[in-house]
């Protein structure tokens, strides 16, 4: 309803990314839960010799950093802008107020990826 989204745009706060940047690294504690809104991010996964092994596009209306709000965990993968990206960011309390109702969808999604464990 109309109440619901004016307390999420309320809640979301703008951050952009330069080409290359890391907006998150993995093995970092995560505080902070991202939505693009214009770009593309790379997703990439290490393997404890530290080389890469994997690299996942994601794309505006993608998100990304619920893993640690979610399973207080540390972060799982690297996540660098290819391009300008645009995002908007919640942080660990307004996650856990404005998303609640949508936790068991992102678990959900969360068993989808791949090598990943819940």
């Known amino acids: 309803d109309k109440w619901e989204r004016l307390t999420i745009a309320d809640a979301l706060e703008a951050v952009c990314f330069e080409d290359g940047?890391?907006?998150?690294?993995?093995?970092?504690q995560?505080?902070?839960?991202?939505?693009?809104?214009?770009?593309?991010a790379a997703v990439t996964e290490?393997?404890?010799t530290g080389?890469?092994?994997?690299?996942i596009l994601l794309e505006t209306s993608d998100y990304f950093g619920e893993?640690?709000?979610?399973?207080e965990r540390p972060r799982a993968a690297t996540?660098?802008?290819?391009g300008e990206l645009r995002c908007v960011k919640l942080d660990r309390t307004r996650f856990?107020?404005?998303l609640a109702p949508c936790l068991d969808v992102m678990k959900d999604r969360?068993?989808?990826y791949e090598g990943f464990k819940v």
Request: charged share 40%.
């Open 51 to 55: 080389n890469e092994i994997d690299e």
């Open 67 to 71: 893993i640690p709000l979610i399973l």
């Open 21 to 28: 940047e890391t907006v998150v690294k993995k093995g970092e």
């Open 30 to 40: 995560g505080e902070e839960f991202f939505i693009i809104v214009e770009g593309t």
């Open 79 to 82: 996540v660098t802008a290819r």
């Open 46 to 48: 290490y393997k404890e």
């Open 96 to 98: 856990e107020r404005v």
């Open 110 to 112: 969360m068993k989808k």
